[in-house]
């Protein structure tokens, strides 16, 4: 119990709360106490609204971020207020204002929750409208709120400035131990490979989303301060990280083959099955133990696991003879080199977390690391470029603007009490893609009605001041803790905050929930019908973009491996920002994907053909991967034209694949190079790697075993000949149905 509540609180959706909550509370209480609460509630808005744009990043951007929220925050409300007078310039202004605010989303995640600070201020101007001096001097509270939480977040900053990156260090290597056992579960003998792939996806997602926000604030922070010695330890982590997974994404097995060339022998399998499980233990200890900030003490032994499987190996031949065993020994061979490979990049994590680390362990790592990151620049073209309709964020910005303006009219026209509820509520719910906006519509009203009740019962048989204080205080920090991770249980408690406060104030709090629950409905039902109606953006319309972005990053990253085979030397930067790219548009593809499953049946059009190509594009990165890996961990001599004739057939192929998206690609031909050339060219290569073999290798036995691996690198680049066409096939047959 004690460990829960102290993993519950030392998380970062935790710690955000209490930022806000010691922000919002401590103006209230102090002025409170001067008789002044309505200038201490003012403040609080003013932290509260502040709050959204405090997102992770270093230190410089931090501060930029919150001061240009503080300043759309109070020049809203006071250009609502100034206009509010004279309707034939309020209601244009108001209209403008909303779409410029929705519209500043597309220079990225950070100006997406500046643009959500800026709308709510909007919105709650309207529950208390000003005029004359009392305008700026409203603002100037807000102004202060602003400035407060933003003293109270550089102070937790101060306080553990490394936490965050711990915590999402951590998180990382818990879901990278998660992918690893799901590699483990495959060896089951009735696993459901469909249903592991489909969850392997889904953690790509979960990974690409931690890889960026690591990548932002480990090398920002290396630009802008220096390399500390836990920045360079947390940099050593994260890029071994990044490694196990390419690893991992890189080595394939034929299970079944597997399963049944193995079925005299289990033992055999399900020794390396143990060790697969324990790579992914190790890696769950280590993520706990940075975590929970304890000493890191290994428990599982992973070099004895190894040995146990060499000595499986040895007992496999033994029992069948050199020359029966050979092809399995060397199948069980490869699968004991990836564990291998795999236990040293482990290795060098346990080393960071208990051994002082050194400069010199950043050496290759911290070549152009700059170049990892996303460009922060934000040019008037972007915006101009999205003022059309076939921009996403521009549809949902008239969208949203219409369902606002909509929203306050009917506030005003019908006898509501508090219309910036019905505004707040289409503004909070509102997404850009109809699944999310119906899911936040249905836990919005869940949460509403749910927490009025618990709340409105707490009233009934509790009427200390202070106790319903200290009952608002932890509603509001289990609210803002929860509406990133569930958004059900954050507006329970958001609602049962709201209703604590109006039981403080007024007497008639019956009237508040029937309201604020009204309030809410209304606004649900305006945010989800308007996303069903105004310029819908159905996923099924946009995957086609996510499904050419995928395969142009997985041609690009092909194009690498070739150039670093045909170059030789060390990996270049070109080559690692190629393997990027193509991880986060494969996750990029599936969230496409996921967002399709949350919308209506009937406009869920083609999702088997889609799923397919998912599949197909991450199973093209992970053969990629693979090849890469060979070519990075072995010697190889100079590229033969056979190999690059084969790499441009898999090129050419992707490109087709990519035209047959946006062009009508009734004549492309399916494969540039006949069928049969590309078999004297496999052939080709085959007898090129023989020779070179035996130029180099006395040993007969280990000249055979030799090429039987070179076999299945050869197997390999017939296996990316195979995707890329039926990638091929699949985009000319999804485009043909659409």
């Known amino acids: 119990m004690i460990n829960s509540v102290k993993n519950f609180t030392d998380q970062t959706n935790f710690t955000n709360a209490l930022k806000v909550t010691v922000a919002a509370v401590l103006p209230v209480v102090l002025f409170g106490y001067l008789d002044l609460f309505d200038i201490g509630f003012r403040i609080a808005i003013g932290a509260i609204l502040t709050y959204p744009s405090d997102i992770p990043s270093n230190l410089k951007h931090k501060i930029n971020g919150i001061l240009v929220a503080i300043l759309i925050i109070v020049g809203s409300a006071i250009l609502v207020n100034v206009t509010y007078p004279f309707p034939w310039i309020f209601y244009p202004f108001l209209a403008f204002i909303l779409f410029f605010l929705s519209m500043i989303s597309v220079y990225g995640h950070r100006a997406t929750m ?16 000003n005029t004359g001096l009392d305008i700026l001097i ?25 936490r965050y990156v711990e915590l999402q260090i951590a998180e990382c290597i818990k879901l990278t131990s998660k992918y690893l056992k799901l590699r483990g579960k495959l060896w089951d003998a009735d696993a459901s490979r469909g249903e592991i792939i489909e969850k392997q996806l889904y953690l790509q997602v979960e990974l690409n989303t931690i890889h960026e926000n690591l990548r932002e604030i480990l090398i920002r922070n290396r630009s802008n301060s220096g390399s500390s010695n836990q920045n360079r330890k947390m940099l050593i982590v994260f890029d071994s990280l990044l490694e196990i997974l390419e ?29 697969a499980y324990n790579l992914a233990s190790t890696l769950k200890k280590l993520s706990k133990s940075l975590q929970d900030k304890t000493k890191y003490v290994s428990k599982h032994h992973l070099f004895q ?66 170049k990892f990151l996303s460009p922060l620049y934000y040019p008037w073209s972007t915006l101009k470029e999205n003022l059309s309709f076939s921009s996403t964020i521009f549809r949902h910005s008239l969208r949203l603007t219409i369902t606002i303006l909509l929203g306050f009219i009917i506030g005003k026209l019908l006898p509501f009490q508090n219309v910036y509820w019905i505004l707040l509520t289409i503004v909070v719910i509102m997404r850009p893609g109809y699944g999310l906006t119906k899911q936040r519509s249905y836990e919005r009203i869940f949460g509403t009605i749910l927490g009025g009740i618990i709340a409105f019962g707490i009233i009934s048989f509790v009427h200390n001041s202070f106790a319903i204080s200290s009952f608002a205080i932890m509603a509001m920090l289990l609210g803002f803790t929860f509406t990133q991770t569930n958004y059900k249980v954050g507006a329970t408690f958001v609602t049962m905050y709201v209703v604590f406060i109006y039981g403080m104030l007024t007497p008639n709090v019956n009237e508040v929930i029937q309201y604020r629950i009204l309030d809410t409905v209304v606004g649900a039902l305006l945010a989800f019908t308007a996303n069903y109606f105004l310029w819908p953006s159905w996923e099924f319309l946009n995957v086609r973009m996510f499904l050419e972005k995928s395969i142009k990053a997985n041609r690009d990253y092909i194009k690498e491996i070739s150039v670093f085979y045909n170059q030789k030397g060390e990996v270049t930067t070109s080559y690692k920002l190629a393997r990027k790219q193509a991880f986060i548009e494969i996750g990029n593809l599936m969230t496409s994907f996921q967002r399709m499953t949350q919308e209506p049946k009937s406009k869920q059009k083609h999702m088997p053909q889609v799923y397919k190509l998912v599949e197909l594009n991450h199973t093209l990165v992970s053969s990629s991967a693979s090849l890469g890996t060979y070519i990075q961990t072995h010697q190889t001599s100079k590229a033969s034209e056979a190999f690059n004739v084969v790499v441009e057939t898999v090129l050419k192929n992707l490109d087709n694949a ?33 020779k070179e073999l035996r130029d180099n290798t006395k040993d007969e036995n280990d000249f055979q075993l030799k090429m039987k691996e070179a076999q299945l690198v050869i197997e390999q680049l017939i296996w990316l000949t195979n995707l890329s066409e039926s990638i091929l096939k699949a985009t000319r047959k999804l485009k043909i149905i659409i």
């Open 114 to 129: 500046i643009s959500f600070s800026g709308l709510l201020s909007v919105c709650l101007a309207f529950g208390h409208l």
């Open 138 to 162: 409203n603002a100037g509270y807000m102004l202060a709120g602003g400035l407060f939480y933003l003293i109270v977040s550089l102070t937790f900053y101060r306080i553990r400035p490394y």
């Open 247 to 275: 690893l991992a994404l890189s080595t394939s097995f034929d299970h079944s083959k597997l399963h049944e060339k193995f079925s005299a022998f289990p033992k055999a399998l399900a020794t390396y099955q143990n060790l």
């Open 305 to 370: 696991d190894l040995e146990a499987l060499e000595k499986g190996i040895l007992e496999y031949e033994k029992e069948l003879g050199k020359e029966e065993a050979s092809e399995g020994v060397l199948m069980l061979s490869n699968m004991r080199d990836y564990a291998e490979r795999q236990i040293e990049k482990i290795k060098v994590v346990e080393r960071a977390f208990t051994l002082a680390t050194n400069p010199q362990d950043l050496k290759g790592i911290e070549k152009d690391l700059e």
């Open 658 to 690: 990519m035209e047959v998206l946006h062009s009508d690609g009734e004549n492309l031909l399916l494969n540039t190079i006949q069928k049969a050339d590309l078999e004297v060219r496999f052939t080709e290569l085959k007898n090129i790697r023989a």
